[in-house]
T-cell receptor, first 114, second 115 residues
Framework: DQQVKQNSPSLSVQEGRISILNCDYTNSMFDYFLWYKKYPAEGPTFLISISSIKDKNEDGRFTVFLNKSAKHLSLHIVPSQPGDSAVYFCAATNSGGSNYKLTFGKGTLLTVNP | DTAVSQTPKYLVTQMGNDKSIKCEQNLGHDTMYWYKQDSKKFLKIMFSYNNKELIINETVPNRFSPKSPDKAHLNLHINSLELGDSAVYFC??????????????FGPGTRLTVL
């Protein structure tokens, strides 16, 4: 039962262009969403998050958009840089729930070509 | 300074053996977690401890036993290892328990291979 889905296993973009990574969720109890970035042989590192009371959150080159009615979020990276090449995980949680666990998607491998 | 560290980084062992993975965090966090990333690449929560007390225990075989000697350490002991236990195990920590928006910081992972 995949409650968080990242349907694109990989994405390749040119340096300087926009990268758009997508994520869908099925659990309507989820109200807080996060993106983590993972380099090979390292653990995931937190990138950006968004609460369900917002539809957009921006941090430098990274912007996350949330469409609650569609149960869809996306991460935009602009401009993309070669150092952004990594696996990006979408995660979700019920912030008011009794157990504070994150549910992750399978990840999308982003490759930014120079 | 490594915030969340795990040892060993790689572990290769035979079926039926017992092994432990250690995790330490120097962030002063109260809550620690174990995640498993299997061959299908999903990262799934296994356990969570807050200040040495178990607060999350997902459906994990009894062969897996977490132990938290203090709030900076959370070790994972696995008995009678099976082929299906092969995975990457990630430790994580967060400052607070009961706060679903609290950022989790991950260790580098331990790749366990059971032969």
């Amino acid at each position: 039962d995949q409650q968080v889905k990242q349907n694109s296993p990989s994405l390749s973009v040119q340096e300087g262009r926009i990268s758009i990574l997508n994520c869908d969720y099925t659990n309507s109890m989820f109200d807080y969403f996060l993106w983590y970035k993972k380099y090979p042989a390292e653990g995931p590192t937190f990138l950006i998050s968004i609460s369900s009371i917002k539809d957009k959150n921006e941090d430098g080159r990274f912007t996350v958009f949330l469409n609650k009615s569609a149960k869809h979020l996306s991460l935009h990276i602009v401009p993309s840089q070669p150092g952004d090449s990594a696996v990006y995980f979408c995660a979700a949680t019920n912030s008011g729930g009794s157990n504070y666990k994150l549910t992750f998607g399978k990840g999308t491998l982003l490759t930014v070509n120079p | 300074d490594t915030a969340v560290s795990q040892t060993p980084k790689y572990l290769v062992t035979q079926m039926g053996n017992d092994k432990s993975i250690k995790c330490e965090q120097n962030l002063g966090h109260d809550t620690m977690y174990w995640y498993k990333q299997d061959s299908k690449k999903f990262l799934k929560i296994m356990f969570s401890y807050n200040n040495k007390e178990l607060i999350i225990n997902e459906t994990v075989p009894n062969r897996f036993s977490p132990k938290s000697p203090d709030k900076a350490h959370l070790n994972l002991h696995i008995n009678s290892l099976e082929l299906g236990d092969s995975a990457v195990y990630f430790c994580a920590s967060s400052l607070l328990a009961g706060v679903g928006t609290d950022t989790q910081y991950f260790g580098p992972g331990t790749r366990l291979t059971v032969l």
